[in-house]
């Protein structure tokens, strides 16, 4: 589909032909998908996330249908960045020379892992367009909280990895307290944010009486939470004045469009690549569809462009 309205955003510096990411953790490293469209008409992809280390994930079952998404409790298993660099660098580096921003995510169990997580990937991938860091992982140094659950903690997390890359630095955000953990981060040197991560959920199996996981809780992503992130985008984006990443139940054009009103200037489509592995790429198309239906020259027009 050919728009005739200007396409491009930059997401923070980090240049996209389009407004159309993938969430991390629900688009593999990109080359599964090769084969359901040309990967490289998206305007970024989201690695998985990564950590300096391997990480064995958890135990199965991770994942389980309820009623509008998943539940899932993968446990961020990850080969550790070395062995990441080492297996897909050659993809990936070629996504990124046919024109597709590779955005690598950086994740840890401390400040310290998250720091050791971003300087590995700086190190090893010239390659990527910049570094996302998941703050929406259990910081284990301290108990389990959440690295990024509180404005401070998000801060000192960008605070510390802020200074070991000069290429764009992104943060995915939980579905906390929005408003003011975004502002933490923008202060602290974050250069966009992603948001919003799943939200903490339950499924119970009646007649075992067991968690439909391997864990009590996990994370709800899909179709549920889309008004949900749809609200914290907009919230968000009165709070900063960086760019933001939508995310959060989009399957559609419509739904992307909704976060894109709302504030949000690219958007990672999810879960909906793992019931719909073409669903990116539709959103491509939607999307160049409606920015000619509405008029505008340049999708950076409607960015925010919501009325109440
Ligand atoms: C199976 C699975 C794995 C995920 N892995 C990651 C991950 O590694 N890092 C991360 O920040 N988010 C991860 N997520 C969360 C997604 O990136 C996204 O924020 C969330 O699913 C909400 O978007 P959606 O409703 O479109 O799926 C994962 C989600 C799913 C379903």
Same mark, same amino acid.
């Given at each position: ?19 159309? !990411?993938?969430?991390? *953790?629900?688009?593999?490293? =990109?080359?599964?998908? &090769?084969?359901?469209?040309? @990967?490289? +008409? ?7 996330g ?55 995510q950086?994740v ?25 860091v998941n703050?929406s992982c259990? !910081?284990?140094?301290? *108990?389990?909280?959440?690295? =990024?659950?509180?404005? &401070?903690?998000?801060?000192? @997390?960008? +605070? ?12 995915k ?136």
């Amino acid at each position: 589909m050919v728009s005739k309205a200007r396409m491009a955003v930059s997401l923070g510096g980090i240049q996209m032909r389009n407004p159309v !990411n993938t969430a991390s *953790g629900t688009f593999g490293y =990109g080359w599964q998908f &090769e084969g359901m469209y040309d @990967v490289a +008409r998206l305007g970024a992809i989201t690695c998985k996330g990564v950590a300096a280390e391997p990480w064995p994930g958890n135990p199965a079952p991770r994942v389980a249908e309820v009623r509008s998404g998943i539940l899932n409790s993968v446990g961020l298993q990850n080969p550790g960045a070395e062995a990441f660099c080492a297996e897909y660098g050659d993809y990936l580096s070629g996504l990124a020379e046919r024109g597709c921003a590779v955005i690598l995510q950086a994740v840890g169990h401390s400040v310290d892992e998250c720091k050791a997580a971003v300087e590995a990937l700086d190190s090893l991938a010239p390659w990527a367009a910049g570094f996302e860091v998941n703050v929406s992982c259990p !910081n284990l140094s301290r *108990g389990g909280k959440l690295l =990024g659950g509180t404005p &401070e903690d998000a801060a000192e @997390v960008v +605070r510390a990895v802020r200074p070991l890359t000069t290429r764009p630095l992104l943060v995915k955000l939980a579905p906390l307290d929005v408003s003011n953990i975004a502002r933490a981060c923008e202060d602290a040197g974050a250069d966009a944010l992603s948001l919003t991560n799943t939200v903490n959920a339950m499924s119970i199996d009646v007649h075992t009486r067991r968690s439909r996981l391997s864990r009590p809780t996990g994370g709800l992503s899909g179709p549920a939470i889309h008004p949900i992130a749809v609200r914290m985008v907009w919230e968000a984006a009165q709070a900063v004045s960086i760019p933001i990443n939508g995310i959060g139940g989009i399957e559609t054009w419509e739904d992307a469009a909704e976060m894109i009103l709302a504030g949000a200037t690219s958007v990672s489509v999810g879960t909906a690549n793992m019931y719909d592995p073409a669903s990116a790429s539709r959103v491509v198309d939607g999307l160049a569809a409606w920015a000619d239906e509405q008029g505008v020259s340049d999708i950076n027009e409607l960015i925010g462009a919501f009325e109440c």
